[in-house]
């Protein structure tokens, strides 16, 4: 078997490709800590002094779901389709990069990029609008829940992209997923227990609501039931594995007409 070795020119290379494009930095990073100050600053003013710190705190976990959906959903698929419909990938072989090699470095560039933008995002909102301090458990508790999710998305985008190939077609298929994926996580205002019954149902088999409702008892070290949550992350990740093996095998089937 193939051993994989990390190359640092290929991951700062694409490090560069996630940087330089402007709506990963503003969506992943400047949107969230935007729309929650906004939102956080006067939606809640009027919400008792003794329940505001968990009222905040949940706030700001439920714009924590953006990153991953920004970064790496809105990220990978729009970069990753502009560079087969520019034959990138395959220019890239023809220097002995693999395909393989290449998702790799992708992986890790969005990895370390989601972890600024969540550390910028928790840092700005968390001090300005004073949330409560996580306990170290519930906090990392969070963040790997976040890049669980920042992997089924990762998928999902792949699938996507390999499929269509084409940015315009990608880019307007993941803009659609992206704000759905935001209203089912209760990120546009309406929370899902406001939701009608089918939205509901949906919701509760998606990863994203639990993270803005259910959150904050891990977060504050509390007991918490994490068989709702693994559920729907297990179903979107299934989901997105059977997209993006339905795009392998589109592409193979193609190759071999």
Do not use: C
Not at 20 to 43: A, D, E, H, R, T
Not at 99 to 110: C, G, R, T
Not at 115 to 128: E, R, S
Not at 159 to 188: C, D, E, H, Q, W
């Amino acid at each position: 078997m193939r051993k994989h070795k990390l190359n640092w020119n290929l991951i700062s290379y694409e490090l560069m490709n996630v940087i330089g494009n402007w709506y990963i930095p503003f969506f992943g990073m400047i949107f969230p800590v935007l729309l929650g100050l906004l939102l956080g600053l006067s939606v809640f003013k009027d919400v008792p002094e003794q329940v505001l710190p968990e009222v905040l705190t949940t706030f700001v976990l439920t714009m924590l779901n953006l990153v991953p959906l920004a970064v790496v959903f809105l990220g990978h698929a729009s970069i990753y389709s502009q560079e087969q419909e520019q034959k990138i990938p395959l220019r890239l072989q023809l220097f002995g990069i693999s395909p393989s090699d290449l998702m790799w470095a992708k992986m890790i560039a969005f990895a370390i990029v989601m972890a600024v933008g969540l550390a910028i995002d928790l840092l700005i909102l968390g001090f300005v609008l004073k949330i409560k301090a996580p306990k170290p458990a519930g906090l990392l508790v969070v963040v790997l829940s976040l890049y669980g999710i920042a992997g089924a998305l990762f998928m999902l985008a792949h699938g996507v992209a390999n499929r269509i190939r084409k940015f315009g077609p990608t880019y307007s298929i993941v803009m659609v997923l992206y704000f759905t994926f935001m209203i089912l996580g209760g990120s546009m205002g309406l929370q899902p227990n406001d939701f009608p019954p089918v939205m509901k149902q949906i919701s509760s088999v998606m990863p994203f609501q639990y993270i803005s409702s259910d959150f904050y008892a891990i977060w504050a070290g509390q007991p918490y039931n994490y068989a709702p949550f693994l559920q729907g992350l297990i179903f979107l990740t299934d989901i997105s594995a059977l997209i993006m093996l339905y795009s392998f095998m589109y592409r193979r089937n193609r190759a071999s007409l």
